[in-house]
């Protein structure tokens, strides 16, 4: 008699879970799209006021609080329209993917690992690192393609299509294209600063991401023992923690390398005859005449002409960056709880 009670109830628990889990599955997916969506899109208008201001060694101001760079970037927008602020857009997405091939090819055609494992030894760290490194020369060229686009004026520039990043890239390689003055540096000398940045950016982020994410998952173990974890909760630690930890990585790795990406915009943006907005006025244009002869070079002049805050310039559009990042996630986690709360 109980058993023919209990049996037509399953099939509705089961559709129950069924569809819990789908939501489940949905908002997970919905979460990281708009952690992605935040760190490539919205954040980009912050990248470029970034890096015009690293470059333009003109400035007086150095907007290192997120004041100044609101009030310059409206300025931007005004007089040059929307796309001041998103160029550059699309050829920073092929830049991240042709370091994904690159990486996965040489890792398919050589014994360096692409992941590593547990049980790791020095060897394969050093071999992981190695591939590293390979992957940030094989994109070195387009990314110094996609600077360009990303601090070139609106004013001057002209519509470039959308694979103009490559062009221009296999034409740095082989020495075609746009002319370039002699005060240009050859790829030679940019590969040490720019695999020095890639490299203790991955190794910063890797260990801080790991770091945060153990932190967190301790703290939650403590705090919400299994047997008294409500289903929303369990949800929310299950995506979070991962969320949290990769943006607090991000965040700790770009501040503590920023003077080195100061140094490394510098030199790639040098001699490539780029026009830059003024980032003092708002409006105007500026030329790129740097003559630095290398790393040590460029490290030294800045620190003489401009003082050890130079190597901030624009440091205020990380905050404006990493704020608008924290509060999308913040955003997406009372949604997300609010979704699943009304589905238990």
Not at 135 to 152: D, G
Not at 281 to 288: K, N, Q, W
Request: glycine share 6%; charged share 15%.
């Amino acid at each position: 008699m109980i058993l023919s009670c209990l049996r037509p109830r399953r099939p509705s628990l089961e559709k129950a879970d069924t569809g819990r889990e789908q939501l489940n599955r949905f908002a997970g997916f919905g979460i990281g799209l708009a952690s992605l969506f935040t760190e490539n899109v919205l954040a980009h208008p912050c990248i470029v006021l970034r890096r015009q201001c690293q470059v333009n060694y003109h400035a007086r101001h150095y907007h290192l609080t997120p004041f100044t760079v609101i009030n310059i970037m409206y300025s931007f927008n005004k007089t040059q329209g929307p796309r001041a602020l998103w160029k550059g857009m699309g050829s920073t997405f092929i830049v991240q993917g042709i370091t994904l091939g690159a990486e996965g090819i040489i890792s398919e055609f050589t014994p360096l690992p692409r992941e590593l494992s547990h049980k790791w030894s020095p060897k394969q760290v050093g071999e992981h690192l190695l591939l590293k490194a390979l992957t940030y020369v094989v994109a070195m060229p387009f990314y110094s393609a996609s600077l360009i686009e990303t601090v070139q004026s609106e004013i001057i520039r002209d519509n470039a299509g959308i694979l103009e990043c490559v062009k221009e890239g296999i034409g740095r390689v082989i020495g075609l294209g746009v002319p370039h003055s002699k005060r240009l540096l050859p790829l030679l000398a940019l590969t040490f600063p720019t695999v020095l940045h890639g490299v203790l950016h991955y190794i910063i982020s890797s260990i801080i991401q790991k770091f945060v994410l153990l932190v967190l998952k301790r703290k939650n173990a403590h705090s919400h023992p299994s047997e008294s974890t409500s289903p929303v909760q369990s949800m929310l630690d299950a995506y979070f923690p991962e969320l949290i930890a990769s943006f607090a990585a991000s965040l700790c790795s770009d501040v503590m390398l920023y003077p080195l990406e100061t140094v490394l915009h510098r030199l790639h943006i040098q001699g490539t005859r780029t026009i830059i907005d003024n980032t003092d006025l708002g409006y105007e244009v500026l030329p790129i005449n740097t003559q630095y002869e290398g790393m040590k070079d460029c490290i030294n002049t800045i620190k003489q002409e401009e003082g050890m805050l130079g190597f901030y310039k624009g440091f205020g559009a990380i905050i404006v960056q990493y704020t608008l990042h924290a509060a999308v996630l913040q955003i997406t986690k009372i949604i997300y709880s609010t979704l699943l709360q009304s589905n238990v």
